[in-house]
Protein backbone atom coordinates (compact mmCIF):
# COMPACT_ATOMS: atom_id res chain seq x y z
CA UNK A 1 0.00 0.00 0.00
CA UNK A 2 1.48 3.39 -1.15
CA UNK A 3 0.48 6.32 1.01
CA UNK A 4 -0.21 9.47 0.02
CA UNK A 5 1.96 11.89 2.27
CA UNK A 6 3.51 11.03 5.88
CA UNK A 7 0.89 11.16 8.02
CA UNK A 8 1.08 11.94 11.39
CA UNK A 9 0.17 8.83 13.75
CA UNK A 10 -1.78 10.10 16.08
CA UNK A 11 -4.39 12.74 14.31
CA UNK A 12 -6.29 14.45 17.63
CA UNK A 13 -7.17 17.91 16.55
CA UNK A 14 -9.02 18.86 13.10
CA UNK A 15 -9.91 21.86 11.17
CA UNK A 16 -12.66 21.33 9.24
CA UNK A 17 -13.42 23.91 6.04
CA UNK A 18 -15.70 23.89 3.23
CA UNK A 19 -15.33 26.24 0.11
CA UNK A 20 -18.08 27.27 -2.01
CA UNK A 21 -19.13 30.01 -4.68
CA UNK A 22 -22.68 29.75 -5.07
CA UNK A 23 -24.51 31.97 -2.33
CA UNK A 24 -27.77 29.67 -3.59
CA UNK A 25 -26.06 26.90 -2.30
CA UNK A 26 -24.72 27.94 1.18
CA UNK A 27 -27.61 26.06 3.21
CA UNK A 28 -26.54 22.68 1.55
CA UNK A 29 -22.63 23.65 2.14
CA UNK A 30 -23.46 23.75 5.70
CA UNK A 31 -25.12 20.39 6.01
CA UNK A 32 -22.21 18.76 4.23
CA UNK A 33 -19.92 20.78 6.36
CA UNK A 34 -21.82 19.07 9.17
CA UNK A 35 -21.43 15.70 7.99
CA UNK A 36 -18.11 16.29 6.94
CA UNK A 37 -17.80 16.33 10.71
CA UNK A 38 -19.60 13.25 11.73
CA UNK A 39 -16.92 11.50 9.47
CA UNK A 40 -14.32 12.71 10.86
CA UNK A 41 -15.45 11.47 14.38
CA UNK A 42 -16.13 8.57 12.77
CA UNK A 43 -12.21 7.84 12.25
CA UNK A 44 -12.20 9.15 16.32
CA UNK A 45 -10.43 12.56 15.67
CA UNK A 46 -11.68 15.60 17.25
CA UNK A 47 -12.95 18.49 15.30
CA UNK A 48 -11.72 21.69 16.96
CA UNK A 49 -13.43 24.78 14.31
CA UNK A 50 -15.30 24.25 11.48
CA UNK A 51 -15.36 27.30 8.70
CA UNK A 52 -17.51 27.39 5.76
CA UNK A 53 -15.34 29.93 3.18
CA UNK A 54 -17.50 31.74 1.05
CA UNK A 55 -15.61 32.88 -2.62
CA UNK A 56 -16.53 34.71 -5.71
CA UNK A 57 -15.22 32.23 -7.61
CA UNK A 58 -13.14 28.95 -7.04
CA UNK A 59 -9.48 29.92 -7.92
CA UNK A 60 -7.24 27.51 -9.27
CA UNK A 61 -4.50 27.64 -6.55
CA UNK A 62 -6.53 27.25 -3.31
CA UNK A 63 -10.19 27.28 -4.74
CA UNK A 64 -10.45 30.12 -2.44
CA UNK A 65 -8.06 33.51 -2.55
CA UNK A 66 -4.41 33.09 -1.30
CA UNK A 67 -5.10 35.88 1.64
CA UNK A 68 -8.02 33.44 2.84
CA UNK A 69 -6.01 30.52 2.34
CA UNK A 70 -3.15 31.98 4.57
CA UNK A 71 -6.30 32.95 6.95
CA UNK A 72 -7.51 29.28 7.27
CA UNK A 73 -3.85 28.19 7.93
CA UNK A 74 -3.63 30.78 10.64
CA UNK A 75 -6.51 29.49 12.68
CA UNK A 76 -5.26 26.06 12.21
CA UNK A 77 -1.93 26.68 13.98
CA UNK A 78 -3.52 29.11 16.04
CA UNK A 79 -5.83 25.93 17.65
CA UNK A 80 -2.77 23.56 17.18
CA UNK A 81 -4.46 21.51 14.50
CA UNK A 82 -2.92 18.47 13.38
CA UNK A 83 -4.71 18.24 10.06
CA UNK A 84 -6.80 20.23 8.07
CA UNK A 85 -9.64 18.39 6.66
CA UNK A 86 -11.71 19.97 3.65
CA UNK A 87 -15.14 18.88 2.84
CA UNK A 88 -14.05 19.97 -1.40
CA UNK A 89 -12.29 17.18 -3.63
CA UNK A 90 -9.35 18.82 -4.44
CA UNK A 91 -6.93 17.79 -7.50
CA UNK A 92 -3.69 16.54 -6.35
CA UNK A 93 -2.22 19.83 -7.18
CA UNK A 94 -4.38 21.96 -4.99
CA UNK A 95 -3.70 19.30 -1.98
CA UNK A 96 -0.45 20.01 -2.50
CA UNK A 97 -0.39 23.60 -2.81
CA UNK A 98 -2.23 23.95 0.86
CA UNK A 99 0.35 21.08 2.51
CA UNK A 100 2.96 23.21 1.33
CA UNK A 101 1.31 26.61 2.44
CA UNK A 102 -0.03 25.04 5.83
CA UNK A 103 2.93 22.65 6.53
CA UNK A 104 0.65 19.98 8.08
CA UNK A 105 -1.24 17.28 6.66
CA UNK A 106 -4.55 18.12 4.45
CA UNK A 107 -6.93 16.13 3.47
CA UNK A 108 -9.83 16.25 1.64
CA UNK A 109 -13.36 14.19 1.86
CA UNK A 110 -12.43 11.27 -0.40
CA UNK A 111 -9.90 10.19 1.58
CA UNK A 112 -11.76 10.77 4.79
CA UNK A 113 -14.17 8.23 3.50
CA UNK A 114 -11.41 5.64 2.06
CA UNK A 115 -10.07 6.03 5.48
CA UNK A 116 -13.31 4.97 7.28
CA UNK A 117 -14.12 2.20 4.93
CA UNK A 118 -10.26 1.09 5.30
CA UNK A 119 -11.20 0.77 8.78
CA UNK A 120 -14.14 -0.97 8.03
CA UNK A 121 -14.01 -3.44 5.44
CA UNK A 122 -14.03 -7.25 6.87
CA UNK A 123 -14.04 -9.96 4.05
CA UNK A 124 -11.46 -10.07 1.38
CA UNK A 125 -13.99 -8.67 -1.28
CA UNK A 126 -14.24 -5.04 0.78
CA UNK A 127 -10.64 -4.96 1.32
CA UNK A 128 -10.19 -5.27 -2.26
CA UNK A 129 -12.96 -2.87 -2.92
CA UNK A 130 -10.97 -0.73 -0.81
CA UNK A 131 -7.69 -1.34 -1.69
CA UNK A 132 -8.34 -0.54 -5.64
CA UNK A 133 -10.10 2.89 -4.75
CA UNK A 134 -7.04 4.21 -2.39
CA UNK A 135 -4.77 3.02 -5.08
CA UNK A 136 -6.67 4.79 -7.88
CA UNK A 137 -6.81 7.81 -4.95
CA UNK A 138 -2.91 7.66 -4.60
CA UNK A 139 -1.44 7.36 -8.32
CA UNK A 140 -1.38 10.86 -9.26
CA UNK A 141 -0.41 12.34 -5.62
CA UNK A 142 3.13 9.89 -5.81
CA UNK A 143 4.48 12.68 -6.81
CA UNK A 144 4.75 14.16 -3.37
CA UNK A 145 6.56 11.48 -1.45
CA UNK A 146 9.60 11.61 -3.43
CA UNK A 147 10.40 15.62 -3.97
CA UNK A 148 12.98 16.13 -1.71
CA UNK A 149 14.92 13.71 -3.12
CA UNK A 150 15.07 15.79 -6.92
CA UNK A 151 17.12 18.24 -5.98
CA UNK A 152 19.90 15.58 -4.83
CA UNK A 153 20.28 15.01 -8.78
CA UNK A 154 21.70 17.44 -11.41
CA UNK A 155 19.65 19.61 -13.56
CA UNK A 156 18.91 19.26 -17.52
CA UNK A 157 22.44 18.99 -18.30
CA UNK A 158 22.85 15.96 -15.30
CA UNK A 159 24.91 18.13 -12.61
CA UNK A 160 28.30 18.78 -12.91
CA UNK A 161 30.29 19.00 -16.29
CA UNK A 162 26.46 18.89 -17.67
CA UNK A 163 25.90 17.23 -20.93
CA UNK A 164 24.34 14.09 -19.19
CA UNK A 165 20.74 12.90 -19.18
CA UNK A 166 20.85 11.74 -15.98
CA UNK A 167 17.74 11.69 -13.70
CA UNK A 168 17.30 12.42 -10.35
CA UNK A 169 16.57 9.87 -7.50
CA UNK A 170 13.52 11.12 -6.82
CA UNK A 171 12.07 10.83 -10.64
CA UNK A 172 13.88 7.12 -10.81
CA UNK A 173 11.63 6.09 -7.45
CA UNK A 174 8.54 8.13 -8.52
CA UNK A 175 8.34 5.80 -11.91
CA UNK A 176 9.10 2.63 -9.96
CA UNK A 177 6.07 3.73 -7.39
CA UNK A 178 3.59 4.40 -10.44
CA UNK A 179 4.96 1.04 -11.56
CA UNK A 180 4.37 -1.16 -8.64
CA UNK A 181 0.82 1.27 -7.96
CA UNK A 182 -0.47 0.47 -11.63
CA UNK A 183 0.54 -3.76 -10.97
CA UNK A 184 -1.54 -3.62 -7.43
CA UNK A 185 -4.36 -1.98 -9.45
CA UNK A 186 -4.67 -4.38 -12.31
CA UNK A 187 -3.98 -7.27 -9.67
CA UNK A 188 -6.78 -5.99 -7.28
CA UNK A 189 -8.80 -5.54 -10.56
CA UNK A 190 -8.42 -9.27 -11.75
CA UNK A 191 -8.37 -10.65 -8.25
CA UNK A 192 -12.37 -8.78 -7.96
CA UNK A 193 -13.23 -10.08 -11.20
CA UNK A 194 -12.66 -13.64 -9.77
CA UNK A 195 -14.62 -12.73 -6.68
CA UNK A 196 -17.77 -11.46 -8.99
CA UNK A 197 -17.51 -15.14 -10.71
CA UNK A 198 -17.78 -16.90 -7.59
CA UNK A 199 -21.00 -14.42 -6.49
CA UNK A 200 -22.29 -15.18 -10.10
CA UNK A 201 -21.79 -18.84 -9.16
CA UNK A 202 -23.63 -18.49 -6.07
CA UNK A 203 -26.38 -16.08 -7.29
CA UNK A 204 -27.41 -18.63 -9.90
CA UNK A 205 -27.40 -21.38 -7.48
CA UNK A 206 -30.15 -18.94 -5.84
CA UNK A 207 -31.58 -18.74 -8.99
CA UNK A 208 -32.38 -22.10 -9.99
CA UNK A 209 -34.14 -22.47 -6.81
CA UNK A 210 -36.30 -19.11 -7.72
CA UNK A 211 -36.43 -17.86 -4.45
CA UNK A 212 -36.47 -13.94 -4.98
CA UNK A 213 -34.31 -11.65 -3.64
CA UNK A 214 -34.98 -7.96 -2.14
CA UNK A 215 -32.41 -5.50 -1.58
CA UNK A 216 -31.81 -3.15 1.65
CA UNK A 217 -30.70 0.46 0.53
CA UNK A 218 -30.40 3.81 1.46
CA UNK A 219 -28.00 6.60 3.43
CA UNK A 220 -25.86 5.90 5.77
CA UNK A 221 -26.96 5.31 9.31
CA UNK A 222 -30.55 5.05 8.26
CA UNK A 223 -31.00 1.55 10.09
CA UNK A 224 -30.34 -1.02 7.63
CA UNK A 225 -28.75 -3.61 9.54
CA UNK A 226 -30.86 -3.05 12.77
CA UNK A 227 -33.72 -3.93 9.72
CA UNK A 228 -32.20 -6.59 8.60
CA UNK A 229 -31.66 -7.91 12.12
CA UNK A 230 -35.29 -6.87 13.12
CA UNK A 231 -37.02 -8.76 10.23
CA UNK A 232 -34.28 -12.10 10.50
CA UNK A 233 -33.56 -12.48 13.85
CA UNK A 234 -30.14 -12.30 13.18
CA UNK A 235 -27.06 -10.44 14.58
CA UNK A 236 -25.48 -8.22 11.69
CA UNK A 237 -23.41 -5.51 13.20
CA UNK A 238 -25.36 -2.11 14.01
CA UNK A 239 -23.81 0.58 15.38
CA UNK A 240 -24.97 4.67 15.06
CA UNK A 241 -22.18 5.53 13.44
CA UNK A 242 -21.49 6.37 9.54
CA UNK A 243 -20.20 3.33 6.88
CA UNK A 244 -21.14 0.54 10.16
CA UNK A 245 -20.58 -2.21 7.77
CA UNK A 246 -19.24 -2.28 4.54
CA UNK A 247 -20.03 -5.67 3.54
CA UNK A 248 -23.36 -7.23 1.91
CA UNK A 249 -25.06 -9.67 4.16
CA UNK A 250 -27.68 -12.19 3.59
CA UNK A 251 -30.49 -13.18 5.57
CA UNK A 252 -33.01 -15.64 4.49
CA UNK A 253 -36.73 -15.09 5.71
CA UNK A 254 -40.29 -15.90 5.55
CA UNK A 255 -43.48 -13.95 4.36
CA UNK A 256 -46.96 -13.95 5.73
CA UNK A 257 -47.73 -15.91 3.01
CA UNK A 258 -45.17 -18.68 3.48
CA UNK A 259 -43.26 -17.35 0.62
CA UNK A 260 -39.29 -17.31 1.48
CA UNK A 261 -37.50 -14.25 0.45
CA UNK A 262 -33.73 -13.57 0.83
CA UNK A 263 -32.52 -10.03 1.99
CA UNK A 264 -29.38 -8.53 1.38
CA UNK A 265 -28.36 -5.14 3.04
CA UNK A 266 -25.62 -2.75 1.03
CA UNK A 267 -23.28 -0.14 2.02
CA UNK A 268 -24.85 2.73 3.14
CA UNK A 269 -24.94 5.98 0.63
CA UNK A 270 -23.59 9.78 1.44
CA UNK A 271 -24.08 12.89 -0.73
CA UNK A 272 -20.95 13.46 -2.87
CA UNK A 273 -19.91 9.53 -2.69
CA UNK A 274 -16.77 9.59 -4.71
CA UNK A 275 -16.89 8.30 -7.98
CA UNK A 276 -14.15 5.78 -7.83
CA UNK A 277 -15.90 4.49 -4.77
CA UNK A 278 -19.34 3.92 -6.77
CA UNK A 279 -17.29 2.01 -9.38
CA UNK A 280 -15.20 -0.01 -7.03
CA UNK A 281 -18.41 -1.25 -4.76
CA UNK A 282 -20.30 -2.00 -7.91
CA UNK A 283 -19.50 -5.91 -7.22
CA UNK A 284 -20.76 -5.25 -3.62
CA UNK A 285 -23.88 -2.71 -4.89
CA UNK A 286 -24.52 -4.92 -7.96
CA UNK A 287 -26.80 -7.06 -5.16
CA UNK A 288 -29.05 -4.05 -5.83
CA UNK A 289 -29.38 -4.30 -8.83
CA UNK A 290 -30.09 -7.75 -9.64
CA UNK A 291 -32.71 -8.00 -6.77
CA UNK A 292 -36.44 -8.43 -7.25
CA UNK A 293 -37.24 -5.18 -5.75
CA UNK A 294 -35.64 -2.60 -3.27
CA UNK A 295 -36.02 -1.92 0.00
CA UNK A 296 -34.69 2.00 0.44
CA UNK A 297 -34.57 2.72 4.10
CA UNK A 298 -34.84 6.56 5.38
CA UNK A 299 -34.26 8.23 8.72
CA UNK A 300 -37.90 9.45 9.28
CA UNK A 301 -36.28 11.67 12.00
CA UNK A 302 -33.81 13.20 10.11
CA UNK A 303 -34.31 17.32 8.83
CA UNK A 304 -32.23 16.34 5.67
CA UNK A 305 -34.24 13.25 4.85
CA UNK A 306 -35.47 14.72 1.36
CA UNK A 307 -31.87 15.11 0.58
CA UNK A 308 -31.15 11.30 1.55
CA UNK A 309 -33.47 9.81 -0.68
CA UNK A 310 -32.38 11.57 -3.68
CA UNK A 311 -29.05 10.57 -2.84
CA UNK A 312 -30.16 7.22 -2.92
CA UNK A 313 -32.07 7.24 -5.85
CA UNK A 314 -29.62 8.98 -7.61
CA UNK A 315 -26.75 6.10 -7.42
CA UNK A 316 -29.54 3.51 -7.56
CA UNK A 317 -30.13 5.48 -11.04
CA UNK A 318 -26.29 5.63 -11.94
CA UNK A 319 -25.95 1.67 -10.67
CA UNK A 320 -28.68 0.69 -13.59
CA UNK A 321 -30.92 0.12 -10.53
CA UNK A 322 -33.08 2.81 -10.92
CA UNK A 323 -36.18 1.05 -12.64
CA UNK A 324 -36.32 -1.30 -9.72
CA UNK A 325 -40.00 -1.69 -7.86
CA UNK A 326 -39.22 0.10 -4.29
CA UNK A 327 -40.63 0.30 -1.13
CA UNK A 328 -39.76 3.48 0.64
CA UNK A 329 -39.58 2.79 5.09
CA UNK A 330 -39.48 5.37 7.09
CA UNK A 331 -37.51 4.02 9.81
CA UNK A 332 -36.70 5.68 13.26
CA UNK A 333 -40.44 6.66 14.19
CA UNK A 334 -39.62 5.80 17.66
CA UNK A 335 -37.66 8.69 17.94
CA UNK A 336 -39.74 11.37 15.41
CA UNK A 337 -42.41 12.29 17.58
CA UNK A 338 -43.75 14.16 15.18
CA UNK A 339 -47.29 12.95 13.60
CA UNK A 340 -47.53 15.54 11.71
CA UNK A 341 -44.25 15.31 10.02
CA UNK A 342 -44.36 11.55 9.81
CA UNK A 343 -47.89 12.25 7.56
CA UNK A 344 -46.57 14.53 5.14
CA UNK A 345 -43.57 12.23 4.88
CA UNK A 346 -45.97 9.24 3.96
CA UNK A 347 -47.55 11.39 1.39
CA UNK A 348 -44.28 12.98 -0.05
CA UNK A 349 -42.48 9.45 -0.88
CA UNK A 350 -44.25 6.72 -2.87
CA UNK A 351 -45.10 3.06 -1.57
CA UNK A 352 -44.22 4.03 2.44
CA UNK A 353 -44.08 1.74 5.36
CA UNK A 354 -43.42 3.38 8.57
CA UNK A 355 -41.30 1.35 10.67
CA UNK A 356 -38.98 0.90 14.28
CA UNK A 357 -36.26 -1.25 13.64
CA UNK A 358 -35.70 -1.15 17.12
CA UNK A 359 -39.05 -1.98 18.69
CA UNK A 360 -40.34 -3.49 15.78
CA UNK A 361 -43.29 -1.19 14.69
CA UNK A 362 -44.76 -1.48 11.45
CA UNK A 363 -42.35 -4.74 10.67
CA UNK A 364 -44.85 -6.85 10.15
CA UNK A 365 -46.99 -4.46 8.07
CA UNK A 366 -43.19 -4.37 5.72
CA UNK A 367 -43.49 -7.82 5.59
CA UNK A 368 -46.66 -7.97 3.87
CA UNK A 369 -45.74 -5.30 1.45
CA UNK A 370 -43.54 -7.28 0.45
CA UNK A 371 -45.83 -10.48 0.04
CA UNK A 372 -47.73 -7.87 -2.22
CA UNK A 373 -44.40 -7.09 -4.00
CA UNK A 374 -44.39 -11.40 -4.92
CA UNK A 375 -47.97 -11.54 -5.10
CA UNK A 376 -47.39 -12.90 -9.21
CA UNK A 377 -44.36 -15.32 -7.90
CA UNK A 378 -46.90 -17.62 -5.65
CA UNK A 379 -50.27 -18.44 -4.83
CA UNK A 380 -51.77 -20.61 -2.57
CA UNK A 381 -53.20 -24.07 -4.01
CA UNK A 382 -54.95 -26.99 -3.01
CA UNK A 383 -54.43 -30.46 -5.00
CA UNK A 384 -55.72 -34.03 -4.86
CA UNK A 385 -52.71 -36.21 -5.42
CA UNK A 386 -52.88 -39.98 -5.60
CA UNK A 387 -50.92 -41.47 -3.51
CA UNK A 388 -49.11 -43.51 -6.20
CA UNK A 389 -47.56 -40.47 -7.39
CA UNK A 390 -45.22 -39.91 -4.81
CA UNK A 391 -43.18 -37.66 -7.14
CA UNK A 392 -45.43 -35.15 -6.85
CA UNK A 393 -45.95 -35.00 -3.46
CA UNK A 394 -41.79 -34.43 -3.00
CA UNK A 395 -41.92 -32.13 -5.79
CA UNK A 396 -44.58 -29.89 -3.20
CA UNK A 397 -42.02 -30.50 -0.33
CA UNK A 398 -39.35 -29.78 -2.04
CA UNK A 399 -40.13 -26.87 -4.11
CA UNK A 400 -43.14 -25.12 -2.67
CA UNK A 401 -44.30 -24.14 1.09
CA UNK A 402 -46.69 -27.14 2.26
CA UNK A 403 -49.36 -25.68 4.61
CA UNK A 404 -51.62 -28.36 5.34
CA UNK A 405 -51.92 -32.26 4.95
CA UNK A 406 -54.98 -34.42 4.82
CA UNK A 407 -55.68 -38.18 3.54
CA UNK A 408 -58.96 -39.36 1.77
CA UNK A 409 -58.81 -42.70 0.72
CA UNK A 410 -56.27 -43.17 -2.16
CA UNK A 411 -55.52 -39.47 -2.17
CA UNK A 412 -53.46 -36.81 -0.69
CA UNK A 413 -54.88 -33.67 0.12
CA UNK A 414 -52.36 -31.14 -0.09
CA UNK A 415 -52.71 -27.26 0.66
CA UNK A 416 -49.52 -25.28 -0.26
CA UNK A 417 -48.06 -21.91 -1.35
CA UNK A 418 -46.98 -22.65 -4.80
CA UNK A 419 -44.42 -21.35 -7.02
CA UNK A 420 -44.84 -19.99 -10.73
CA UNK A 421 -42.50 -22.46 -11.68
CA UNK A 422 -43.72 -25.87 -10.48
CA UNK A 423 -47.69 -24.99 -11.33
CA UNK A 424 -47.99 -26.19 -14.64
CA UNK A 425 -47.00 -29.56 -13.11
CA UNK A 426 -49.58 -29.60 -11.02
CA UNK A 427 -52.25 -28.29 -12.59
CA UNK A 428 -54.60 -31.69 -13.60
CA UNK A 429 -54.28 -31.88 -9.90
CA UNK A 430 -55.41 -28.81 -8.56
CA UNK A 431 -59.16 -28.77 -6.33
CA UNK A 432 -61.54 -26.32 -7.77
Given at each position: ?269 VRNLPHRLVEAFKATLEEAVLADF ?65 TGEGCQDLLAKCSEMLADRVSIET ?50
Amino acid sequence: MFEVRDKPEMVERALLIRIYSDKREEEEAISLLEELGELVNTLGIGVVESCLVHTRSLHKKFLCGTGKAQEMVDLAKAHECDCIVFDNMFLPSQQRNWEELADACVIDREEVILDIFSQRAQTREARLQVDLARMQYSLPRLTRMWGHLDREGGGAGGGKGGGGAARGMGEQQIEVDRRLARTRIDQCKRELAEVRKQRGTRRKEREKQGTPCAAIAGYTNAGKSTLLNCLSGSEVMAKDMLFATLDTTTRAIELPDGQPLLLTDTVGFVRNLPHRLVEAFKATLEEAVLADFIIHVLDASSPEVEKFYKTTMEVLAELGAGDKPVITVLNKIDILNDPVRLAGLEVSFPNTISVSAVTGEGCQDLLAKCSEMLADRVSIETYRIPQSRGDLSGLLHRDAKVLDTEYDGNDVIVKAVVPASIRGKLLTYKEL
